[in-house]
């Protein structure tokens, strides 16, 4: 979000910062989180969610599209990318969405109350009265279980991106062309992973994190390192800094991240921050999206088992090379019949999320399968939901791609799933979705797709298009 005011020459004017979809800032990942430690937040299907620097809105937009009945309001100084956004939801015909041109210091009552506010990208890139405004903005505005989304960098991991930031800047620091700046910043970096002149035990870690830079879009990669601010913090200063506005540390949008599976920290003693901050120590995390919520909302730890009866799950839990990979790289081996079960009956529907009641009949009872799943979410194999969305029950005669996806395929070349994660889509699925529109059936849709320059025979289009039309109706793509 920018700070620079509403002038023609805001940076986020010169270089667009793209916007996406993230999972971690959906209404469920934060009501579940909480429900997880004792809260009651509002009902995920008719909440009220506030964005504060939303840019484009391209987090929101799928959200307002899938949750007809929340709403959603949106802010952010760039007015360009204010205008985008609107431009966007009126042609998708969203009627739940707000996206205001303001500052957050304007934030006031009149705006009203919400059950989740999120700030992505923001904290670390303001000044300290700004941070400041806006952890006064989010105590101010949370309803009494509401929960709140910040995400910062994070010390000591980001120590290695400051220093190459701190370079970046010292190289770039007579340019004043954004596109100029930008590409001598990549230069350099190329010149530091090519010259191996680093010390040994430096030189893989110089070249990781050059690589993670390189691969940044243009907007991140400028607004994000090369800003005028891009500070850091540890866990333990952020949540001080929280507390001075009444907010507490609920808990993380990363919810895995929570979870000492490994017992690393069995010296560290019970007190829940120096847990954090030792975690972080130990991990070297770069990045933290920290939930915080009302400092009198009595939280129900440690997390355990007991709990899971309230959840929905899902993982893909594929069978691969003897193992079953779940989420986050996450794979089992040598587990019982049982978990095996259970792991395959959540494998056999995803991304859609299954209830507990369902899971029970994989398992010989509910305490098992209390613990198999607790198992499962605390290692990151598996996610919790409280939220289920209604999908497409299966692909009709005349199959329609959604509003939303029809939208984003031919504006963006990229579409959010079901579960609120970004997916490019190539030519031929592009093309697809421009003829899913209800008039179609499958022999009419294979033979359209069979007459563009390049494409396969029209028999392999017809063979692989039911397994394609699945795959969309099961991530949420399809009306019908």
């Keep these: 979000?920018?700070?620079?005011?509403?002038?023609?020459?805001?940076?986020?004017?010169?270089?667009?910062?793209?916007?996406?979809?993230?999972?971690?800032?959906?209404?469920?990942?934060l009501a579940s989180v909480a429900t997880l430690f004792g809260m009651t937040p509002a009902p995920v299907a008719s909440c009220r969610v506030l964005e504060i620097g939303c840019g484009s809105a391209g987090n929101l937009i799928p959200m307002a599209y899938r949750l007809p009945g929340s709403h959603f309001t949106g802010i952010d100084l760039a007015e360009m990318a204010i205008a985008k956004g609107r431009q966007a939801a009126g042609e998708i015909g969203l009627e739940n969405l707000d996206l205001l041109a303001m500052d957050l210091c304007e934030i006031g009552p009149a705006m009203g109350e919400f059950d989740f506010i999120l700030a992505h990208g923001l904290f670390s890139w303001i000044p300290d009265p700004l941070r400041d405004r806006l952890l006064a903005v989010c105590r101010e505005r949370l309803a009494p279980q509401g929960v709140v989304f910040i995400s910062y960098n994070t010390l000591p991991g980001r120590y290695m991106r400051t220093m190459l930031r701190d370079m970046m800047l010292y190289h770039t620091r007579n340019s004043t062309d954004a596109g100029e700046r930008i590409e001598r910043a990549r230069d350099l970096l190329r010149k530091l992973a090519?010259?191996?002149?680093?010390?040994?035990?430096?030189?893989?870690?110089?070249?990781?994190?050059?690589?993670?830079?390189?691969?940044?879009?243009?907007?991140w990669f400028f607004h994000d390192d090369l800003a005028a601010i891009s500070?850091?913090?540890?866990?333990?200063?952020f949540v001080v800094s929280a507390a001075r506005h009444s907010l507490q540390y609920l808990g993380d949008a990363q919810p895995h991240l929570m979870f000492d599976t490994r017992a690393s920290l069995?010296?560290?003693?019970?007190?829940?921050?120096?847990?954090?901050?030792?975690?972080?120590?130990?991990c070297l995390r770069l990045f933290r999206t920290t939930l915080l919520c009302r400092d009198q909302v009595a939280l129900q730890r440690p997390a355990g088992p007991e709990l899971m009866d309230r959840f929905l799950f899902s993982s893909p839990a594929r069978q691969a090379k003897g193992q079953i990979e779940g989420l986050n790289s996450v794979c089992l081996t040598?587990?019982?019949?049982?978990?095996?079960?259970?792991?395959?009956?959540m494998g056999a529907v995803y991304p859609q999320p299954v209830a507990f009641d369902k899971l029970?009949?994989?398992?010989?009872?509910r305490e098992s399968l209390r613990g198999i799943l607790f198992t499962f979410i605390s290692s990151g194999f598996a996610a919790f939901h409280t939220h289920c969305e209604a999908l497409a029950e299966s692909v009709s005669l005349r199959p329609r791609a959604n509003r939303l996806v029809r939208w984003e395929s031919a504006h963006t070349g990229v579409v959010t799933y079901s579960n609120h994660t970004p997916n490019k889509v190539d030519g031929m699925i592009r093309s697809l979705i421009e003829l899913l529109d209800g008039t179609r059936g499958v022999e009419e849709l294979a033979r359209e797709l069979a007459r563009a320059e390049g494409a396969p025979p029209v028999d392999e289009?017809?063979?692989?298009?039911?397994?394609?039309?699945?795959?969309?109706?099961n991530y949420g793509l399809l009306d019908g």
């Design 231 to 237: 500070d850091s913090f540890y866990v333990r200063d």
């Design 334 to 345: 040598e587990v019982s019949d049982t978990v095996a079960r259970v792991a395959a009956a």
């Design 360 to 365: 029970l009949e994989s398992a010989p009872d």
């Design 194 to 219: 090519e010259a191996h002149l680093a010390p040994a035990s430096c030189q893989p870690m110089v070249e990781e994190e050059v690589r993670r830079l390189l691969a940044l879009d243009e907007g």
């Design 461 to 473: 289009i017809r063979a692989r298009l039911p397994q394609a039309l699945t795959h969309m109706a």
């Design 1 to 29: 979000m920018s700070y620079h005011g509403m002038m023609p020459d805001n940076p986020y004017h010169e270089v667009p910062y793209l916007t996406n979809p993230l999972a971690a800032m959906h209404p469920d990942r």
């Design 266 to 282: 069995a010296w560290v003693g019970g007190d829940l921050m120096e847990r954090e901050q030792y975690f972080d120590f130990l």
